[in-house]
């Protein structure tokens, strides 16, 4: 009866994945990468694990995510958007989040996180200024998150919901004291929502399986812009190379990402160089350095970019965590 409840689920994931994979476009920069979905059912900060804080309990937390640009040609960029194209010369993102999550009851939680965020780029479109390094920084959009475990006994099932809100600096200016575009600003001026779900399974005291559906709905943010909706899923494994009753104790990850997004829009009109598939295989440790406080370093890595039109495609990202729970 076990192994036919499991199967069954298993089949019903699977069908959604491939159900995603076959109807988006054919997403650039790992978009919700450091909302959770990394370091498994033991990482630090995890909003979206199928595993529950336990009730009256505290997460205060500090999320950094770095993402790192494949260099490209600033001239060819300029020319690109001189024919009316969505061509950039970014370099790297680097977003600085706090987090605070609080367990409302053993089953249901709600979680905050809040990110400062840096944009570098080089000027590709004001010829006066061609090449120039320009960074756009100020407070992003925040995320609420609400997660409830509505199953626990062969395995665990959580649902996802929650709000992106529009909290961000849309009003960073370059060089020549125009707006940056809507991809290069800290926030994005539009409110989102987030929906899903969420599974773990304990094999055995060595190994735990994680894995969930996410579903981010964009809506119209500032300058007329709306970002794709994206789906992202994730499966991965956590091995626990030291044993979970002592500490610090020290956690192998193993993750893969699949992220698929529709293409942007601006005044109605359908953004070419949008949109795409973007697969990571992301490896990490993490560690419950005491009971409280827990780490995870994250690296995922694209191994597939199907990407719409002239897009920029991404290197690598980098995640760390750290959280203290009371």
């Given at each position: ?221 500032d300058q007329d812009y709306e970002f794709g909706d994206i789906i992202r899923v994730t499966t991965g ?90």
């Amino acid at each position: 009866m076990k192994f036919t409840v499991w199967k069954r689920c298993s089949i019903v994931i699977f069908t959604i994945w491939m159900v995603v994979l076959i109807s988006k476009n054919t997403a650039f920069a790992c978009d919700l990468c450091s909302l959770g979905g990394f370091g498994g059912t033991t990482g630090a900060v995890n909003p979206i694990a199928a595993e529950s804080p336990k009730k009256n309990k505290y997460t205060l937390g500090y999320i950094l995510e770095y993402q790192d640009w494949e260099a490209v040609s600033v001239t060819k960029a300029h020319e690109l958007h001189e024919e009316g194209r969505d061509a950039h010369a970014r370099k790297n993102d680097i977003s600085n989040s706090i987090f605070f999550g609080y367990g409302i009851t053993d089953t249901l939680s709600i979680s905050l996180q809040v990110p400062y965020v840096e944009r570098r780029s080089k000027e590709a479109h004001e010829e006066e200024f061609l090449g120039e390094n320009q960074n756009s920084t100020g407070l992003g959009d925040s995320i609420l998150l609400g997660k409830y475990k509505f199953y626990d006994k062969q395995f665990g099932l959580a649902g996802i919901f929650g709000l992106k809100l529009p909290t961000g600096n849309t009003n960073e200016r370059n060089m020549a004291g125009e707006r940056f575009e809507p991809e290069l600003q800290p926030g994005t001026g539009s409110l989102d929502y987030m929906a899903g779900i969420s599974a773990n399974k304990k094999i055995n005291h060595l190994i735990i399986l994680d894995g969930s559906v996410l579903y981010h709905p964009k809506t119209e943010g500032d300058q007329d812009y709306e970002f794709g909706d994206i789906i992202r899923v994730t499966t991965g494994a956590t091995f626990n190379v030291i044993d979970g009753d002592k500490k610090p104790t020290l956690n192998m990850l193993s993750e893969v990402i699949s992220q698929f997004a529709n293409k942007d829009e601006q005044d109605e009109k359908t953004i070419r160089d949008s949109g795409g598939t973007t697969i990571f295989f992301a490896p990490g440790i993490s560690s419950h350095v005491t009971e409280q406080l827990k780490t995870t370093l994250s690296v995922p890595v694209p191994v597939y970019q199907a990407l719409g039109g002239e897009h920029q495609e991404l290197d690598f990202n980098v995640l760390f965590s750290m959280s203290y729970s009371f």
